[in-house]
């Protein structure tokens, strides 16, 4: 298993460096002299897109296991119809009014929707548990990961890397420390072979590739590296552990085995989606 992690972790790793830095050329966002007439982060937004099919289908996947029912057409299309707000946004000239209205009317379009969907396909029966299940899953993996287009589109390709590797730091951080020295039980009714100590190496992870990335990019100080990366590497694991919850409510060890060594692709994005809001925020600050 360790040698696909190490295979398929590098073959991603590149994979989507090269995606991103292509991206921020075309844009002009990777010299830090964005052209105005374009959108910014085109490339990652169209990624985002494609992966929230199979991410959806993992989760509503697991919700069946647990005995909840997610409509998979409308969570797919919801939770990409929240993800892109930022991305229009950028287009607006009072970007925040337009994100305003934007999730106001796209959350009502989505009941809306949800509701015509349970009355056509369940009628009545189910109704508060299937609608909540799949609005569930569009906050989760739609309005969360929107935050991620937005700091690529409103921080550039490099505020993006710094925190997508800063969280995976932290990950290889906590899985290393944790194997060697784990003893005490971070939280075990939800993922056993988390520790307190696996926790400290996922801060000590994520301050030192936060502090490597302020050192060559620029793009924030070595004392707000400290901050960003210790912070991003608790929110990190907590998010993790927030997906080992509904793993363990539905009896499930992975998300799925569509990626040899790291299970699904709930499994690789599960701890970039509670820091996402907070990071995008930073980056704003800095």
Partial sequence: MLKQRLIFGTLMTAAFVGLILLDGRLDGSLSGTPVQEKPQGTLFLILLCILAVPAQMELAALARSGGQKIFLPEAVIGSILVAVGFYWANLSEIPERF??????FSLFFIFAGLFLAQLLREGVIGTLKNCSATLFSILYLGFL???VVGIRVSSGPWALLAFIFTIKSSDTGAYAIGKLFGTHKLAPMVSPK?????????VFGGVLCAYLFSMFSGIMSPLQSVFF????AVLGQMSDLCESMLKRDASQKDASASIPGFGGILDVIDSLLLPAPLAYLFFLWV
């Fill in 145 to 147: 990961s929107s935050f």
């Fill in 229 to 232: 990366g210790a912070v991003s």
């Fill in 99 to 104: 994100l305003l209205y934007y999730f106001l």
């Fill in 194 to 202: 988390k520790t307190w100590e696996g926790l400290a190496g996922a």
